[in-house]
T-cell receptor, first 113, second 114 residues
Framework: AQSVSQHNHHVILSEAASLELGCNYS??????LFWYVQYPGQHLQLLLK??????LVKGIKGFEAEFIKSKFSFNLRKPSVQWSDTAEYFC???????????FGSGTRLQVQP | NAGVTQTPKFQVLKTGQSMTLQCAQD?????MYWYRQDPGMGLRLIYY???????DKGEVPNGYNVSRLNKREFSLRLESAAPSQTSVYFC?????????????FGPGTRLLVL
């Protein structure tokens, strides 16, 4: 069965620090990869997605992610976080044989001013 | 466009009561989904519907039923609520246009079963 691992459950950073959140998945075939963000009290919003092509994907609000096929990874990065980035971040994977997404358990990011 | 809407926003039930969570989308999407979100577990798929008239079980379907009433609406029913069903429920929809497609989520329904 397909699974998604997010190893950092809770990350605390100061403003302007750099961010990298890990995401690894288990499926060996063709996948579509997503990062969603959930701000406190809100629903999930898409940050970025990878379907094919350039493995470095840029999303909204200065976020980017790199797909490394050999490592089954899709890590999320941001060079300089802001207090407004405080949220929970979910990595999700969809293989081409399924219609639904498989989500990781989420990483709670707390940015201190 | 309102996107994906869900009602109610919050509900308290007693064990054994039933209720239906409503979801509607105005993006003309074929696929719709119900997830539950529990602390430390991310989102888990309950049921999905690839098109009007079809539904399939997801990862955690026990205790739930669904109805794809038409292309816009996809409801989730709890026939006899249990405390283990205390959770936040999200509905999502996905179009077929782009390869892979992006799921768009509703605002969620927070359910407490006492």
């Amino acid at each position: 069965a397909q699974s998604v691992s997010q190893h950092n459950h809770h990350v605390i950073l100061s403003e302007a620090a750099s961010l990298e959140l890990g995401c690894n998945y288990s499926y060996g075939g063709t996948v579509n990869l997503f990062w969603y963000v959930q701000y406190p009290g809100q629903h999930l919003q898409l940050l970025l997605k990878y379907f094919s092509g350039d493995p470095l994907v840029k999303g909204i609000k200065g976020f980017e992610a790199e797909f490394i096929k050999s490592k089954f990874s899709f890590n999320l990065r941001k060079p300089s976080v802001q207090w407004s980035d405080t949220a929970e971040y979910f990595c999700a994977v969809r293989n081409t044989g399924r219609r639904a997404l498989t989500f990781g358990s989420g990483t709670r990011l707390q940015v201190q001013p | 466009n309102a996107g994906v809407t869900q009602t109610p926003k919050f509900q308290v039930l007693k064990t054994g009561q039933s209720m239906t969570l409503q979801c509607a989308q105005d993006m003309n999407h074929n696929s719709m989904y119900w997830y539950r979100q529990d602390p430390g577990m991310g989102l888990r798929l309950i049921y999905y519907s690839a098109s009007e008239g079809t539904t399939d079980k997801g990862e955690v379907p026990n205790g739930y039923n669904v109805s794809r009433l038409n292309k816009r609406e996809f409801s989730l029913r709890l026939e006899s609520a249990a405390p283990s069903q205390t959770s936040v429920y999200f509905c999502a929809s996905r179009g077929e246009g782009a390869v892979g497609g992006t799921q768009y989520f509703g605002p969620g329904t927070r359910l407490l079963v006492l």
